[in-house]
């Protein structure tokens, strides 16, 4: 199968869990591609997709929640899977679904939503985040579990390969 995988990223940390993704997937013997949300142009050639975004203030960033709308017809006839990246502190907080991924979920029917741990790294902030931070005392600190998001993706991986590959229709974009 050919699977997208596309994720909003501001500071680097939820691309770096696609890259991850990607890769098991890739290990697993499917062809993927990488690409931020504003890049991609046609959907045809995906079997299946990936969307995901970082979560800042309890919402996802605005290039993955336009990528659902914009290409949610040729989402919802995929396969389709969605994560947020962005609870910090060794009990991930907010545990909640963010409120963005809750309205995407009804507009995409995805296959399932996986909120994982976040990253956060005060080197990266400007004075405004960093203030926001300290506000709401969020920790400083890497809390992604590398085994559970590659756990994520051989489970994807399995699903893809109970499905008919590739897809017998062209979907539309």
Known sequence: MNILVTVASKHG???????AIA???REEGHDVEVLAPQ????????DAVIL???????????SAKEFAETHAEALR?????????????????PADDPADATKIIALLN????????????????????????SMVKAPYGDFRDWGEIRSWARQIAQELNRLPTPLAEPIPA
Do not use: C, N
């Open 13 to 19: 940390s939820t691309a770096e869990i696609a890259t």
């Open 23 to 25: 890769g098991t997937l």
């Open 39 to 46: 890049a991609v142009r046609d959907m045809t050639r995906y």
């Open 52 to 62: 995901g975004s970082g979560v800042y203030a309890g919402r996802w960033i605005g």
């Open 77 to 93: 006839a995929r396969p389709v899977w969605l994560l947020s990246s962005g609870p910090l502190g060794e009990t991930p907080k």
């Open 110 to 133: 995805p296959r399932e939503h996986r909120v994982f741990a976040g990253a956060l790294a005060k080197q990266e902030m400007g004075f405004a985040e960093r203030t926001i931070i």
